[in-house]
């Protein structure tokens, strides 16, 4: 289908918006108002500049509180809008959006907002205009897709046709069924947006925090399918506003709506029962998702091997091999992999998160999927006798490897890592496998994250969270596949605006242990530093839960966190802070779903407080059991 | 009366937070929970911490969803409320704020309710600790401070009182006057913020938007007032949840924050009749405002003054002096004076608009009155000979003095300028004087701004308005005198979040000319470039007013913006921005009272253009009138 996107939903000038949109693949554009008067590029430039960039003019909006009005205002309504239909023309644009008046001086009256609009569309045919008219959610008298079908209905003009737009029916939870009533030839157009469910009045809700389908909560597939079903083959067309989208890189954000597009199209194909070939309604399908089945490992770049060496050891990890052709050792316990890599470009910041593997079925599909969904694919540097590794940048920069471990059907990268001195057998310790991993994205990209895990790896997003920190906010999103074999916790931290604040980009590993007790107390017998954990937190503890003096005093006594849900327990401790990076140990009773967010604001108070020197803290001392 | 904190309102650890509130002058603080339990002070180190301070531990809280429930929670939530009360007795706090429940376990019933809080204020009179119950303005039964005035009287305990908060009762618009009907010993604790009108759910309202009292649009002087009526001399306490305030530094958020509560009290002693000798309610008040009767200059510090002085040339200023000490020129025309400063630290970084004067009736008074509200007086850095001029710095760093320009009973600063070489009434041009000028403020200090203007300087704060820039926001609010003789937009630019976007801290000097069209013909005759404004603004602007054939043409070929409001017309157009200074040139026709905002995303875009260079670009023609 044709693909569109309306200028609003991207930063820069009118010229740095229409190359972006080009740039990124779209067949379309909607020309803005407000872009185009404030642009010193003429309606015939523009119109230029867009053809030359495969761009079609698909609609130019919007055209403000025109119907229902007195006859004096009428005329100098229908004044404006010949001047409006003057510079469409210079622009090549053939339909309109009138948006339902807003207008104090407008009257509730359907008949006469029909006759008005009738004479519009009248006026609009003799320029080669066609009016779509919109239900705006907040509409003073027309603000349901129904009642705006209503007027154009009565008002039976074949150049006036309804306009729907995904935001203003599902924020006000009108039930899209009934699109299927209106005939595909009075659809006129078809805006897309998805929003996150704020509590908030729906004017101020559109106008900051609409965001590109598959980011937010509202169902925008299911509604594309109704529509389709009309037998509707015009643009789908996306119209965000969103504070952020405002401010980001236009390039960057013309890719993420076309990656929501792609994806869009995708779901509504599946709600049509046209997955395989939908030839009939022209949606086009990737390749799909190839969900991945678990961590194969986490590469930490680092200036040196020697503390994280000490700190995976203590944590009963072994290494168990070296890269034949790279500074990077593996190290293993379990299924949990641990890459250790002094080569690479970020090694010399300290310890930083810089790829993770992840076990795929099929490697060169998931690869093909992420091509797909216009993400990067990494060059692959190797040797000539390393194992072939296939691996896309998530938006924040990190490397996502797609592997087969020690599977008979594929190579296996753990087979470029020759020189072990250990089995993995050897190692002593309570590790099973990465049970998640912790990004912080930057703050301009936390929508595109999340669309991404979801869209090209088949990943589930979770609630998004607001936890305190004590300089700032902390958003957070997990995403996970259904089994929870792949979990990501996508952090963003609104954090420290004035000089001198922390810098929060921090990264985690998270190990599942089965006796995290028993690591705890690897750890300290090894007199490896963990976060400390303040006593207030258990008096906190105690007066929350009553857990038996015994189980309440070992928390205490080894530092560890608990949170429980409806499912089972939780309990966690984290390392000190190392470069950007730290472990956190993690062990979940029963069928614990979280990730332990309610002992965040703890962590983070903790992380701020400032290591006491090494040579003058005090020497763990295990207290007696 | 005694002025307490809530440490949620302020960033950082606990430790910093007391640290700030201490230095600030704050008599006693809320000790939030959450503060403490993340924290890694004991409590008591908190309580000692604070007392070394000089600060009283006034609350502890929030204690939430207690009351209402079945037996077996209530026996639970007892148990909660002990471990509580025994925190508490190690920090030395012997009030506990307990919130109305919103726990979907409790039941609609005041008589439980009531019953099951007596029992709670039996407890904690055990433990010497008072229980003040809140409505929450989203509390599941009760949400409404009458509405727990009549349990807490139910319950008849004397331990047991209601605590108020501004926030609860004026967001939701719940009428403060019965206020007076609650005995003021029944008021264990009254707690304050402001907050913008946002059209939002209450609760997400007040998790992020919270404000300090003359930030926002609630009258909280007035229910103040309503509280002292009863004879409640308890603390004032601010509690402001705010996602900025979370950001910036706790130090100059502390100061802000006694900032309000100093200039709170003023007001309310105001509504109470005791502006002179508030002996009754022991509020504190102020020297009053004085307010400023107009513009003595715009200083402009640059490295040199040739291009600016080209320019204010081409404007009809002559310059009339130069300061005896410094390097400093004064320039006139009317009454609007400009000072170029080619000696300060600020110089060498390309025009800065670094001071302004303000016309006062009495300087001296104007500079007691900033003292008295935490402003920094600045150093009176002066020659032997030079006139004294009094100085405080605004938040954002510019210098404010306060003159009296060639007043007969006070030296006048322009005495220090000699060697003058032209008088000022040899300007030839339109200019009368300085309409305004526009600042743009860090914008974790853009609410700290609007108060320092209202409280320091008895300005008033217009709405904010919210503008598009092409890349991001731009929220404005304009402060003024009530006639308007001296007017301050103060900006915040939520602009460019990716790397390599455009620096936006512009300032700028409007200028008001009784003649624009000859000021605009003046600046083309002499070749200087002014912002180029698009054809395309003016084709709509021929769709939004029908002027005149002839007006439209004229504003067109003079690059003239316009506006109006049910007041009057503007006229206006922009210097080109030199530095992070521009020049405005404006027209009231009639009484038109705003700003041209309508036309601030145009100038915008504009600026955002870069300059053609000089050598290609071509002069601007004439064309035929």
Redesign the interface.
């Known amino acids: 289908m044709r693909r569109s996107i309306a200028t609003v939903s991207l930063?820069?000038?009118l010229a740095?918006k229409l190359t972006a949109i080009g740039g990124a693949g779209f067949d379309g554009v909607e020309i803005f108002?407000?872009d185009?008067?404030?642009?010193?590029m003429?309606?015939e430039e523009v119109r230029s500049r867009a053809a030359d960039l495969g761009l079609g003019i698909d609609l130019f909006q919007p055209f403000r509180d025109f119907e229902a009005v007195p006859p004096a205002l009428l005329a100098?309504n229908l004044?404006?809008a010949e001047?409006?239909f003057?510079?469409m023309e210079r622009l090549g644009a053939t339909r309109l959006l009138v948006c339902s008046t807003v207008s104090p001086e407008s009257v509730d009256d359907d008949a006469l907002a029909a006759e008005q609009l009738r004479l519009l569309a009248e006026r609009a045919a003799a320029h080669g205009v066609r009016i779509a008219y919109e239900a705006l959610a907040w509409g003073r008298h027309v603000n349901d897709y129904l009642h705006a079908w209503r007027i154009v209905r009565m008002a039976d003009h074949p150049d006036l046709g309804v306009c729907l737009d995904s935001f203003h029916i599902l924020s006000r939870d009108v039930d899209p069924y009934a699109i299927e009533t209106i005939p595909a030839e009075k659809i006129f157009f078809l805006q897309l947006a998805d929003a996150p469910a704020?509590?908030?009045?729906v004017?101020?809700w559109s106008r900051h925090y609409r965001c590109f389908p598959g980011q937010g909560d509202f169902d925008v597939a299911g509604l594309v399918a109704h529509v389709l079903r009309t037998g509707y083959r015009g643009p789908l067309s996306l119209e965000v506003f969103n504070?952020?989208f405002?401010?980001?890189?236009s390039t960057?954000t013309a890719l993420d709506a076309m990656r929501s597009l792609i994806s869009l199209e995708e779901a509504a194909a599946g709600r049509l029962g046209e997955t395989a070939a939908p030839v009939r309604t022209g949606l086009s399908v990737p390749p799909p998702p190839v969900v991945p089945t678990g961590f194969a490992f986490a590469e930490l770049a680092a200036p040196a091997t020697g503390p994280l060496g000490e700190l995976l050891t203590a944590l009963g990890f072994v290494r168990t091999g070296v890269h034949s052709g790279k500074p990077v050792e593996l190290w293993e316990q379990g299924s949990a992999r641990v890459l250790l890599n002094t080569g690479s470009a970020e090694s010399e910041d300290g310890p930083v998160l810089g790829a993770i593997g992840l076990e795929s079925p099929d490697p060169a599909a998931s690869v093909k999927r992420a091509e797909a969904l216009l993400s990067p694919v990494l060059p692959r540097l190797r040797g000539p006798r390393d194992a072939p590794l296939d691996a896309v940048a998530a938006p924040d920069g990190t490397e996502l490897f797609f592997c087969r471990t020690a599977q008979p059907d594929h190579p296996s990268w753990t087979d470029d890592f020759t020189g072990s001195r250990r089995d993995p057998g050897e190692a002593a310790g309570e590790i099973t496998h990465i049970d998640h991993v912790a990004l912080t994205q930057p703050?301009?990209h936390f929508d595109e994250a999340s669309l991404f895990y979801r869209s090209v790896l088949g990943l589930r997003p979770h609630d998004s969270l607001e936890l305190?920190?004590?300089?700032?906010?902390l958003r957070s999103r997990a995403v996970s596949t259904e089994d929870g074999r792949v979990r990501v916790a996508l952090n963003v931290a609104?954090?420290?605006?004035?000089?001198?604040?922390p810098d929060m980009a921090w990264q985690h590993v998270a190990l599942a242990s089965e006796d995290i007790v028993a690591t705890a107390r690897r750890l300290r017998a090894a007199g490896t530093a963990r976060l400390?954990i303040?006593?207030?937190?258990y008096?906190?503890l105690?007066?929350?839960y009553?857990l038996g003096e015994e189980r309440h005093r070992l928390l205490r006594e080894l530092g560890l966190l608990y949170d429980r849900d409806e499912h089972g327990e939780f309990l966690h401790f984290y390392t000190v802070t190392s470069g950007r990076v730290f472990f956190e140990v993690v062990q979940r009773l029963g069928g614990y779903r979280g990730y332990g967010a309610v002992n965040a604001?703890?962590r983070?108070?903790?992380q701020?407080?400032p290591p006491a020197p090494r040579s003058a803290g005090r020497p763990e001392r295990p207290r007696p059991a």
């Not at 704020?198 to 009045?201: R, V």
């Not at 405002?246 to 890189?249: D, G, L, P, T, V």
């Open positions: 930063s820069g000038s740095e108002e407000n185009l008067v404030s642009s010193a003429s309606p100098r004044r404006r001047h409006k003057a510079v704020l509590p908030m009045d004017l101020y504070d952020i405002r401010q980001a890189a960057r703050w301009h305190p920190d004590p300089y700032g906010l609104y954090v420290g605006a004035h000089d001198g604040a400390a303040p006593a207030n937190y008096d906190d105690e007066a929350r009553d604001p703890i983070l108070a903790a701020h407080v």
